[in-house]
């Protein structure tokens, strides 16, 4: 799928959290980013998409959010918990 060129991480990520298969696991991620499951694979529509939402990406000078910031806003755009960004939250919380 990509990586973050396209949707695969986020595909990945309801793979390993929910553990769905990788067709529900597509469907839901493009529900979850209004689109069609045939553009998850491209590169330009997701650049375009990840941008809008501050998912991160391969480019990084052109990337409001990176690293953690990035793993937040994919957690919340898919109802999920990543265990890095609530410690990081925990951290900064005190």
Do not use: F
């Given at each position: 799928?990509?990586?973050?060129?396209?949707?695969?991480?986020?595909?990945?990520?309801?793979?390993?959290?929910?553990?769905?298969?990788?067709?529900?696991?597509?469907?839901?991620?493009?529900?979850?980013?209004?689109?069609?499951?045939?553009?998850?694979?491209?590169?330009?529509?997701?650049?375009?998409?990840?941008?809008?939402?501050?998912?991160?990406?391969?480019?990084?000078?052109?990337?409001?959010y990176a690293g953690i910031a990035a793993k937040s806003k994919i957690a919340k755009l898919l109802d999920i918990t990543i265990?890095?960004?609530?410690?990081?939250?925990?951290?900064?919380?005190?």
């Amino acid at each position: 799928m990509g990586g973050v060129r396209t949707s695969g991480d986020l595909v990945a990520w309801m793979q390993l959290t929910k553990r769905m298969k990788i067709e529900q696991a597509k469907a839901y991620v493009a529900q979850k980013l209004d689109m069609n499951v045939r553009d998850l694979t491209n590169e330009t529509v997701m650049n375009r998409v990840r941008e809008a939402k501050g998912l991160s990406s391969v480019i990084p000078d052109h990337v409001e959010y990176a690293g953690i910031a990035a793993k937040s806003k994919i957690a919340k755009l898919l109802d999920i918990t990543i265990h890095s960004v609530d410690l990081y939250e925990k951290h900064m919380n005190g």
